[in-house]
Every structure is written in C-alpha cells, then in structure tokens.
C-alpha cells in the first residue's frame, strides 16, 4: 500500500482527539504559554487575525472571547463543526468565520489581516518548499506592519517524550525516534495514537531561514514549555496559583535561551511582514 501523508495526517485528527488535548498535562501549559506569548506579540483587541491549521479553535474562540475578529481556517471538517458549535456558544464573541482550506492557498485577500497564526501547518507540512508556501502566503495576507506567529515541534521532542513516557521500550517507537533525529520527518506506520501522526520536527535555528526564505522579518523564536513539561505533576503546579506563577515566570525568563529551545515540545516563531 503506497503511503500517503494527507490522509495519514487527515486520519489521525478525525478521531476527534485535538478538541480536549490543551486541557489538561503538558497540553495546558502550551495553552498557558502560548496565550501569554499571543498577549504579548498580537496588536491589540479588534484587530483582524487569521487562524490558519487552528484546529477546533480553542485559540482562536479564546482571541475572539478578548475582542479580536478571527477567521478560522483548518484541512479537517470535523475541526472545523466542532469549532462552529463552540463559537455559537459565546453569542457576541465567537468567531466571524470558520471554514476548510490549505495553509498553502488561504482564500483571503491580499493584506487583510493584522495577524496570522500558524499554530499547527509548519509541522505537517513535511516538505520545506511547502512551508515556505505556507510561510509565504500568512506574509500575502498580512498587511504591512502585521505579525505572523508559527509554531513548531522540536527535533527532540519524541527522544524526550520516549523517555518520559516509557515509549521508547517499543522497539516501532525506538524507530519513529531513529527517523526524527536523522531528518526531522516523523512518519507513524504503527498507527499508534500516542505516537502522533505524519509530521517534521524543527530545529530551533531553522525557523529564522524558513522565514527569511518568505519574505518575513524573523524576530525571534521562543521556547513554549521549555523543559517544565516533563514535570509529572504539572496539573498541580498549574492549578495552585503561587506554583503556577512561578512556573511561567521561570519559563518566561529562559524562552530565549538557545542552550535550552530544543528542550521545549513546541517552538514559536515571531516574524513580520515589512
């Protein structure tokens, strides 16, 4: 049977498993850090922002909850109801639009936005020249001055998931591992759910060129959970307020520091447009 990425990628996202993973472990503090970063970087409330691979939404309903007006784009329909159902549920402050489509040909006008996120398609999209598209077109739809924010998985984040979480005593797991060190490209022929799907892992440095190569001004990029998720009571320390300060503050502090970004799960790009 041939291999086909796109419904490798498309399969493994219809188990509806995206719409609770930033609730809770280390995917709420991505949500945490994320957000705090999206505070910083974004203009203010009212602004028009782009949420392309967003997912069912849970970053772009929080923007539209503060005021911003969010147009919600995502290559998977189950993402994209569930996404709208939400977004009923805050009448006044949901979303003004959530629709299927392809990070590498976002059907916006040129310079209609004053953000674009890109929270998920630079790690599925395996080859560079297609995220360079992606790259290339959240820069087409930004208007001058505007800011494009990417995320990104680290090269080392299944190496050191393998170990937190016993994984790599699967020898198909030692493998998928193997794969991710030598190139970056993650592919999952066992079809393990906790083994993620179809994916590239960035080095921290290679953000900046994949972005110069678009055209975009790299400004920085940040380490989003830093080492702090491997914590293995991490719900706790984000439930107690003290604790939880502490953790963000701590994280806040070494984002930038290059002797520790490939620790971090995710990566997030700050570029702009000029």
């Known amino acids: 049977m ?7 990628i498309a399969s493994f996202y219809a188990k509806g498993l995206e719409r609770d993973r930033l609730a809770s472990g280390h995917g709420a503090l991505e949500f945490a ?7 910083r970087y974004l203009p203010g409330p009212a602004s028009d922002v782009i949420d392309v691979g967003g997912g069912p939404g849970r970053y772009a309903l929080w923007l539209a909850e503060r005021g911003y007006r969010v147009h919600l784009v995502d290559p998977v329909p189950l993402h994209i109801e569930q996404a709208r159902i939400a977004s009923a549920s805050q009448p006044g402050r949901g979303l003004a639009s959530a629709e299927t489509g392809d990070a590498r040909e976002l059907r916006f006008p040129d310079e209609s936005a004053d953000a674009v996120l890109l929270l998920g398609p630079l790690y599925h999209l395996p080859e560079r020249d297609d995220r360079i598209r992606a790259l290339s077109e959240a820069r087409r739809v930004c ?3 505007g800011v494009v924010i990417a995320a990104a998985i680290s090269r080392f984040a299944s190496a050191i998931d393998g170990l937190r979480g016993g994984y790599l005593a699967d020898p198909a797991f030692a493998g998928i591992v193997a794969g991710d060190l030598q190139d970056g490209h993650h592919r999952n022929p ?3 759910p906790a083994y993620f799907t179809t994916a590239y892992f960035h080095r921290p440095e290679e953000l900046a060129a994949e972005c110069d190569a678009a055209g975009l001004t790299h400004q920085e990029t940040l380490a ?3 080492f702090a998720w ?5 719900d706790q320390w984000l439930a107690d307020d003290a604790r939880r300060a502490v ?3 701590t994280l806040a502090q070494l984002e930038a520091e290059p002797a520790l970004m490939g620790a971090s799960a995710h990566l997030l790009c700050v570029a702009r447009r000029d």
Request: net charge negative; charged share 25%; glycine share 10%.
């Open 230 to 234: 491997l914590l293995p009571d991490l």
């Open 190 to 192: 066992s079809g393990h």
């Open 247 to 249: 953790l963000l503050s």
């Open 224 to 226: 989003v959970e830093g």
């Open 143 to 145: 208007r001058p001055g």
């Open 2 to 8: 041939t291999w086909n990425p796109v419904e490798d």
């Open 33 to 39: 850090r994320t957000t705090m970063l999206l505070d």
